[in-house]
């Protein structure tokens, strides 16, 4: 496989050296990214408790009005958009685009200081449904570790992009899929999960050695364990689906890492009422739509609960961040679901609490806030699903993108979607060669709630509780992540392609900004050389931000595709 790297605009390097420089000299670790520095975003979720928080308070409500754009960098060739969560280490910033391509820029000016394009396969990508966009990279020990679409995990020099090494994971020539996401960075281990649940596969989440790039340890989120095979039917655990295609995070007091799954694979099977022994897929499916905790030596699953067993709806668990709490002397794990509803764990994975974010819910009347059980569910047999129709959509009442936790305000800001579709369930066969295929089981068409109007909004709730302090709503559901500041803030960058700040207390808008496209990427906040920063990532597209256009119409009618943007703001 040839390799190639680039070192861009050598007029600009002699500035971009002396931060390079700076940050070989601080290695990014696993206690370097508990600590949180917060100059830096060296982890996909800001730190390992997940909090997208940033205690930088230059920027604030008093000056916001002073905002604007310090610099932009145009990745190129960002098919289906820009999806990406910058990270930042010293000044220097790290962000991954479409066809898994990586850049290091300087955080103050936005100059290249090296960029690597991985050679891929085209008539690969061409079979790929969920690509060619990239969710992000992560760093550790002088390293920037990405996943490729045709399943290789790269480990790159921080300083030049050079390659160290690089491990194919999965055979993606057979199996279709590969990475979309993020890899987390934790112990001197990268911890990547394999694209997506609709692919007749077992959606494999792996341990690589940040050394060596030597594979550590594989755990396979369908029937990964014998008590798990006893929960699929018929063999079905053969093509099962899973995946853990969004990135967890890492409790180094239980030496834990903690991951969401996939759904299983039909997504929409007909097995009814009767759901434990009839269908494509018959019993509870363990362990797609679940969180697991899994010893991050060995890869040995310690504990885990399924969010929704047989999940009959692709409202699966691998989104939604790990918020690690504490509270009068209990600690707490809250993780929303793509289902609506957010979970409170102990850090075993006991439940402590379920609340909905979303109103408009109907796969189920509700979940046991006590036990985590589902009551009233509604399983579907073969043929149309119309009246009502089914709540959420299948972009979910939580989408993939992160919300933020404020230390300060002690509040959690998320994004819920209230939209429903209709669905025409039909029986399907796996296909597994020559290559793997999607296998979805029904169409599916965007419709309003019942007695209502399709919209997203913003929630200022209390992440343990859900009693909700204050709510923004928007025509459409905004599809990108939230991040909170110590300078009382709340920024929230929308479809339309608005950055909205608002007071974090209140939900008082306070400033805005036309990007030009929609966002449904990451936003972090920095700082160099004394000066706070906000990156927030642009460009639209992709299966779910498609359904805009036919939808709302609107701008969305003319939003560019196929493009992007890394967006930088400062204080003028």
């Not at 500035?15 to 060296?42: C, F, H, K, M, P």
């Not at 996401?181 to 281990?189: E, H, I, S």
């Not at 911890?191 to 050695?209: L, M, T």
């Not at 700040?501 to 920095?526: P, R």
């Amino acid at each position: 496989m040839k390799r190639r790297w680039s070192n861009s605009g050598l007029p600009l390097v002699a500035g971009a050296t002396l931060i390079v420089s700076s940050a070989l000299a601080q290695t990014v670790d696993t206690a370097r990214i508990e600590n949180a520095g917060q100059n830096d975003w060296l982890t996909y979720h800001g730190s390992y408790k997940s909090y997208h928080y940033s205690p930088l308070a230059q920027i604030n409500a008093g000056n916001i009005k002073d905002l604007s754009v310090a610099w932009m960098h145009i990745p190129g060739r960002s098919t289906r958009g820009l999806q990406s969560m910058p990270l930042v280490a010293d000044g220097v910033l790290y962000y991954s685009g479409s066809y898994s391509r990586v850049f290091a820029l300087n955080g103050t000016t936005g100059e290249v200081i090296w960029s690597h394009f991985p050679e891929l396969d085209e008539a690969l990508i061409a079979r790929q449904t969920h690509s060619p966009y990239n969710r992000g990279v992560a760093i550790g020990e002088g390293k920037v570790f990405v996943g490729t679409m045709d399943g290789r995990l790269l480990g790159l020099d921080m300083k030049s992009g050079k390659v160290h090494w690089e491990t194919r994971l999965i055979d993606s020539q057979k199996l279709t899929v590969g990475f979309t996401g993020a890899p987390l960075y934790a112990k001197g281990t990268v911890i990547i999960g394999a694209q997506g649940g609709e692919w007749p596969g077992r959606g494999p989440i792996f341990a690589v050695d940040a050394t060596t790039g030597k594979k550590k340890w594989e755990f396979l989120t369908v029937a990964g364990t014998d008590e798990a095979m006893k929960t699929w039917g018929n063999e079905s655990w053969r093509t099962g689906g899973g995946g853990g295609w969004m990135p967890g995070t890492y409790d180094s007091e239980t030496n834990t890492i903690l991951w969401g799954t996939a759904n299983p694979a039909p997504l929409y099977d007909w097995s009814g009422a009767d759901y434990k022994t009839q269908g494509a897929r018959p019993g509870d499916n363990l362990y797609t739509s679940s969180v697991i905790a899994l010893d991050i030596d060995t890869g040995k699953l310690k504990s885990y609960h399924q969010e929704l067993p047989h999940d009959a709806w692709d409202f699966d668990s691998s989104v939604g961040e790990f918020v690690m709490l504490e509270r009068d002397g209990q600690k707490y794990v809250v993780h929303p679901n793509k289902g609506g509803f957010v979970f409170v764990y102990d850090r075993n994975l006991g439940v402590k609490n379920v609340w909905r974010l979303v109103e408009n819910i109907n796969f189920v009347k509700d979940i046991d806030p006590k036990t985590g059980a589902l009551i009233g569910r509604r399983d579907f047999t073969a043929g149309k699903v119309t009246e009502p129709p089914l709540c959420p959509f299948i972009g979910g009442g939580i989408s993939w993108n992160a919300g933020s936790y404020n230390p300060k305000t002690g509040l959690y800001y998320k994004i819920g979607q209230e939209w429903c579709m209709t669905l025409d369930i039909q029986k399907t066969t796996p296909v597994t060669a020559p290559q793997v295929q999607l296998n979805i089981g029904a169409e599916f068409k965007m419709a309003p709630p019942p007695g209502g109007e399709i919209y997203g909004h913003l929630d200022a709730r209390d992440p343990i509780t859900g009693a909700k302090k204050w709510e923004v709503r928007y025509p459409e559901p905004p599809l990108g992540s939230v991040l909170s500041t110590a300078g009382n803030l709340v920024f929230v960058p929308d479809s339309r392609g608005i950055l909205h700040a608002y007071d974090a207390e209140t939900g008082t808008e306070l400033w805005n900004h036309n990007n030009g496209t929609g966002h449904q990427g990451g936003i972090v906040s920095y700082s160099v050389n004394g000066k706070q920063y906000i990156a927030v990532a642009a460009g639209f597209g992709g299966m779910l931000a498609d359904e805009y256009a036919p939808n709302f119409g609107g701008v969305y009618k003319s939003m560019p595709r196929d493009d992007g943007a890394l967006i930088v703001f400062s204080l003028k």
